[in-house]
């Protein structure tokens, strides 16, 4: 179910602005990867690049590979859809469908690639997805209300059960916290911990103290200035990042000295 | 803490601007309330006498004004709906041409010539009916009775000059379809971009993310659209006038040279030379024509209000 993912001199473009370069570094399966930076340094852009999401934006193209398990998302054949549906994605901001229910939500992808699944397998894939997000306990009963009627943290949860349903091998989280209270966050951060036993999970956050909980690795991404790329300035176990970086970059920004 | 017993509760400070606009605005909204009522109160005194009359002098075979109004209901509503038929899929897929697949200098000069179809007159398509329409679909009419002619929506005896009920249902969906397709066009762009990204995010084709966020969130726009073109179409005088040489009948063969009339395009030819009573039974069917417009919208607020905790405004 996880895999590695490699990445060879990736280098990202919005039309003629490179927006990430010269990035390369290997995550291994079953461990979770925080990328952290100021704003507008490319971590997001870079992590859309692992299902290419990033293809949604006209003009936006890589050049370089992206390799998970050894086969390279950007070869010629491959096709974007076919990526995404291996490698998941939680956003930003809970975006569950206000115009399904719950259980419908987490069964949407289900349902991409397999329309004619029975009902008992359905709900068993359900209570399965549901459980694993920890979210089964608080929804168990109203499977079939809208997915808006929940709160924050629990569309968050249910988003990330959503993706878990299609069995992806990597969950990539873009900043998955940033709207959510302390207690939700702590929530999403626990079953973080509880994923990583069966995916590979990459995530963006521009909160430390995260990184430092739940990642086993950490890449520091910094930019130069306005219009310049951004690049991964450091990248290694969460542990030496955060008490014994070897660039003064990373340094001055986990202490709080810029950014 | 204390509760200070407060005689006067505090008052927000009016200002001249606030009373202006609030008064303003309450004025509009009472001046469209008057002048429905209005016309309410008008189609209901006028059409009375209609109802109380001597059921010979209301219609040429005596039989009172029901068995008058009721082939022409039958073909206002038949119409209308095959107009709807054509016009609802070509909108919808022109409209998400426009918002999620063609390039943006395609799409905004789409949008312009859907939008400047949207000004041409009523009378206009109807002389496009007459002249163009109908001539050029009278062969295919033809074929159509030769060869399907079994179905009964299509039995003959073909219409000789192509002026068939079908032929009015191509004008009205023309007509109808820029406002269904400008409407569309507008909640189709206003879906979310999370959404849409969630979709994609999940594996989603362009089709499939269609299908999965933007068709769902648009649903209400999208019946509100068809409700408005629907309208139109059912209201439409002049392009069902000019194209139908009017029979009051109820008959569902498209093709044939005996089609049904409309209310509305049968007020505008009988109207000219009503007096008395004739008079009174042509607003009585405007006012039947009133309560189908009033029901048809009524249904589709019903449908809408139905799955509102799914509409994604909460």
Not at chain 2, 40 to 49: E, G, K, N, S
Not at chain 2, 156 to 179: E, H, K, N, Y
Not at chain 2, 225 to 243: D, I, K, S
Request: hydrophobic share 50%; with cysteine; glycine share 8%.
């Amino acid at each position: 179910m996880s895999k590695r993912i490699e990445v060879r001199d990736l280098n990202v473009f919005y039309g003629n602005f490179k927006a990430v370069a010269d990035v390369s570094l290997t995550i291994e399966p079953k461990t979770v990867t925080a990328f952290i930076g100021p704003s507008g340094c490319g971590k997001s852009t870079f992590l859309r690049t692992l299902n290419r999401m990033h293809e949604v934006i006209p003009g936006a193209y890589v050049e370089g590979e992206v390799l998970i398990d050894g086969e390279n998302l950007y070869a010629a054949n491959t096709d974007p859809v076919e990526v995404r549906r291996q490698v998941g994605m939680v956003f930003q901001r809970p975006n569950p469908f206000p115009t399904m229910s719950i259980r419908d939500n987490v069964l949407a992808g289900v349902k991409l690639n397999n329309n004619r699944i029975s009902k008992s397998d359905a709900d068993d894939l359900v209570k399965k997805s549901l459980q694993g997000a920890n979210l089964w306990k608080e929804v168990k009963d109203r499977l079939d209300k809208p997915g808006s009627s929940l709160s924050g943290g629990q569309q968050q949860r249910l988003c990330i059960a959503r993706a878990i349903a299609v069995s992806p091998d990597v969950l990539l989280m873009d900043e998955p916290c940033s709207a959510l209270d302390p207690i939700s966050t702590l929530a999403i951060e626990d079953l973080i911990d509880e994923l990583k036993s069966d995916f590979t999970i990459v995530i963006v956050t521009h909160n430390m103290q995260q990184a430092s909980r739940v990642s086993d690795k950490t890449a520091f991404f910094n930019i130069e200035g306005t219009g310049m790329p951004g690049r991964l300035i450091e990248y290694g176990d969460t542990r030496t990042i955060f008490e014994r970086p070897s660039v003064q970059a990373t340094e001055d920004y986990i202490s709080g000295r810029f950014g | 803490m204390p509760v200070a017993p407060s005689a006067t509760r505090p008052r927000s400070r009016q200002r001249p601007g606030d009373v202006l606009f609030s008064g303003a605005a309450l004025a509009a909204g009472i001046l469209i309330l008057v002048a429905l009522a209005a016309v309410t109160i008008f189609l209901i005194a006028q059409a009375l006498p209609a109802f109380t009359a001597n059921p010979a002098d209301v219609s040429k075979d005596g039989r009172g004004f029901w068995s008058f109004v009721v082939p022409l209901v039958f073909g206002t509503i038949w119409a209308a709906a095959l107009a709807l038929l054509i016009a609802l899929p070509l909108s919808i897929g022109i409209a998400l041409f426009i918002s999620h697949y063609a390039p943006r200098r395609v799409a905004v000069t789409l949008g312009y010539i859907v939008d400047l179809l949207a000004a041409v007159p009523s009378v206009v398509f109807g002389l496009w009916g007459i002249t163009v329409l109908a001539p050029a679909m009278q062969p295919v009419y033809v074929w159509l009775v030769d060869n399907l002619g079994w179905i009964p929506l299509f039995a003959g005896p073909v219409s000789g000059t192509g002026r068939t009920v079908l032929t009015v249902a191509i004008v009205l969906a023309v007509m109808i379809l820029p406002i269904i397709t400008a409407l569309s066009r507008e909640v189709f762009l206003q879906t979310p971009r999370l959404h849409e990204e969630a979709a994609l995010a999940l594996g989603a084709t362009r089709w499939e993310m269609i299908r999965m966020a933007v068709l769902p969130f648009g649903r209400p726009g999208l019946i509100s659209a068809t409700m408005l073109g629907l309208g139109r179409a059912l209201g439409e005088t002049m392009a069902v006038a000019m194209v139908l040489s009017p029979s009051v009948i109820i008959s569902f063969a498209l093709l044939t040279s005996q089609n049904p009339t409309t209310i509305a395009a049968n007020i505008a030819l009988n109207f000219p030379e009503a007096s008395g009573i004739g008079v009174n039974v042509l607003i009585a069917t405007g006012l039947v024509l009133f309560l189908i417009t009033l029901l048809v919208n009524s249904l589709a607020r019903f449908i809408i209000n139905r799955r509102k905790d799914f509409s994604g405004a909460n």
